[in-house]
């Protein structure tokens, strides 16, 4: 964590907190693990969710997800899709593609799979970044990314993808959806995705249940990625208690927006989780010369045109 405080440090020093993405030293190695998937996956029956976390998990079988779960045409708002609005910047796209690369890096190296996107506060870009890194991945062939929206206070990264807020993930930790009810697959590829669901009034006392933890335990071997987009973790303990489920979190922190009080204290919040990057979003192209790298080869940006 002092890695992160120390990137933080300087993005302070740095006025504005802006720093540059491009790390010339990051390799474009991206592992292969479709085999290793397939070998993972073991029994087709789709069963219902073990009563407590001491029950036996059985996973998936990707051709059971894309066949039994819901079928729906999305309506993507082309304004949060990097890859769709080019007035977002080119450059956009590439930062999410470096992005992609950090963490297939990442992967190489230790146990990968199932991401916690996370920031200080409320409007950082934590659903733009969660829906744009999948987005990225899903773009190249074979991939697979299932997309969880664990706001349960208030979903809203259906409303990118222009897709159904219910029944969803509220649903499924309730008791009254099960899997298949709630995964979503629309018309872009290999990307599926769990809405909110309706607004719950308990939404720590939902994600501390046993479901959540079935609910990955059992996908996560059908898909390369779950990315799993969360509320802010400074307000409310959400954050925290799905980053436990989860092999690493990326920290959005939005440049000329996020204070860095907030960005320090969250990073304590985190700091028992495997913090695996800062994204600093929301960064001036103007600024992209000036070239630092945080973290351990895990920082990386997002940029649009028309943001600070
Ligand atoms: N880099 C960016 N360029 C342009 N627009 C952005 C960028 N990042 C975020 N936005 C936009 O800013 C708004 C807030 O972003 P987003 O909803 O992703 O924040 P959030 O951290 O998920 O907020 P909340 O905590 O309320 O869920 C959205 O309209 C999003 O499309
Ligand atoms: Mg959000």
Redesign the pocket.
């Known amino acids: 964590m002092s890695r992160i405080h120390e990137a933080l440090k300087k993005a302070e020093r740095e006025g504005s907190g802006v720093t540059s993405l491009t790390d010339s030293r990051a390799p474009e190695r991206e592992a292969s693990i479709a085999g290793e998937r397939e070998g993972l996956v073991k029994v087709a029956e789709v069963l219902p969710p073990p009563a407590d976390a001491s029950a036996r998990v059985i996973s998936f079988r990707f051709e059971d997800i894309k066949e039994r779960c819901v079928q729906v045409t999305w309506r993507p708002d082309p304004?949060?899709d990097v890859f769709a609005n080019t007035e977002?910047g080119l450059e956009?796209a590439e930062q999410f593609r470096t992005l992609r690369s950090r963490i297939y890096h990442l992967q190489t190296e230790k146990s990968l799979r199932v991401i916690l996107v996370t920031?200080p506060i409320?409007?950082?870009?934590?659903?733009?970044?969660a829906m744009n890194l999948a987005r990225a991945i899903v773009r190249q062939a074979d991939r697979r990314v299932l997309v969880i929206d664990a706001?349960l206070r208030?979903a809203?990264l259906h409303s990118?993808l222009g897709a159904p807020v219910s029944p969803g993930l509220g649903e499924y930790l309730s008791g009254s959806a099960d899997e298949m009810a709630v995964i979503q697959h629309g018309q872009e590829g290999g990307l599926y995705f769990i809405a909110g669901g309706s607004p719950v009034s308990n939404a720590s006392e939902l994600l501390s249940n046993a479901r959540l933890k079935a609910l990955i335990e059992r996908t996560v071997p059908c898909f390369d990625w779950i990315i799993i987009?969360s509320?802010?973790c400074l307000p409310v303990a959400d954050a925290s208690l799905i980053a436990g489920l989860c092999d690493g979190v990326l920290l959005?922190v939005?440049s000329g927006s996020t204070p860095s009080s907030a960005a320090r204290k969250a990073c304590h919040e985190l700091q028992k989780r495997n913090v695996i990057g800062i994204v600093l979003?929301?960064v001036s192209e103007k600024t992209l010369t000036y070239g630092s790298y945080y973290g351990r080869g895990q920082y990386s940006q997002?940029?649009?045109g028309?943001?600070t």
């Open positions: 304004l949060t977002l956009a920031s409320s409007g950082d870009g934590k659903s733009f970044v706001d208030s809203l990118s987009d509320p802010p959005v939005r979003n929301g997002a940029t649009s028309d943001s």
